[in-house]
């Protein structure tokens, strides 16, 4: 099973490329954004040593069906996706914050409550909670964007005061956090599912607040299976969920939390591949379709540089 771990693309136009985590973003123009979806997969912030077959385009495909499904929430950058890896959208300067809701208390903010923890980013948690158990409303926990290293919680107040982004901008895009949340929840709903928490990234062109980056994929965003969700509630039981969690809790298991002094375990092909089934099930229980691989091309990034190149010509 072939997986593609780097990108190394020169388009027509192109005037810089940013190597992130898991995508690869190229700038043409300083107009374009041609996002590219690989296989590389991310956690505890550190890009694990395999990539993961298919994982880019379940990603890649995911977001493309939810930026289309909430486009009349807000403005989004998506323009097309030529190849099942790609999509090409407007640049926009990105916000430094990234804009996290939760619904329910669970992975490193029940870390932190079961620490002692009683305010989150500013904001009071009650006394008394359990483990995946839901907030009276859903509670937006900011966090800076690194680029490198972790990304810290910030408050909303901190962001304002700091001028990180101005309160005008913050109130705007607090405003589509909470809609576009409540869109998913209801897709999510339709699809026997519970949204759990999700991250949105957004930035500004000529002016406006545009929501930026993927959405509602399960490497931003926490699913629960709606059907148990009670029973293993009130009985502590682990609740059934889609999301990369899995592949944290493998790596907890396997003494690495990206510590000083920890290995990172050895990612087998067997291994990838168990994660790669993992990521299709995702695809098709968020969405409702069935997951249709790209061809089983030798070349994968042969066919995106075709496939992009073909796209950027019809723009001229």
Known sequence: MKALTRTDFNF????????????????????????????????????????????????????????????????????????PMVTVGLKCEGFRVEMIIRSILTGSAWREYKNGCRELCGVKLPDGMKENERFPEPIITPTTKADEGHDMNISREEIIAQGIVSEEDYNVMEDYTRKLFARGQMIAEKQGLILVDTKYEFGKRDGKVYLIDEIHTPDSSRYFYAEGYERNLQEGKPQRQLSKEFVRQWLIEH?????????????????????????????????????????????????????????????K
């Not at 990603?59 to 996706?81: E, G, H, V």
């Not at 299709?280 to 075709?306: N, P």
């Open 12 to 83: 027509e136009g192109q005037k810089s490329v940013y190597h992130g985590k898991v995508r690869d973003v190229y700038n043409i123009n300083d107009d374009l954004m041609v996002m590219v979806a690989t296989d590389r997969i991310s956690a505890f912030d550190v890009i694990l040593p395999k990539g993961i077959p298919f994982k880019g385009q379940v990603l890649n495909q995911i977001a493309a069906k939810f930026l289309d499904a909430t486009s009349d929430i807000c403005p989004n950058w998506k323009l097309a996706t030529p190849d």
């Open 255 to 315: 003494d690495f939390m990206n510590e000083p002094g920890q290995t990172m375990p050895e990612i087998t092909d067997e291994y990838a591949e168990s994660v790669s089934e993992r990521y299709i099930e995702l695809f098709e229980h968020i969405t409702g379709e069935k997951f249709e691989k790209a061809g089983d091309s030798d070349d994968i990034a042969q066919r995106i540089e075709q496939n992009v190149s073909n796209y950027l010509k019809t723009r």
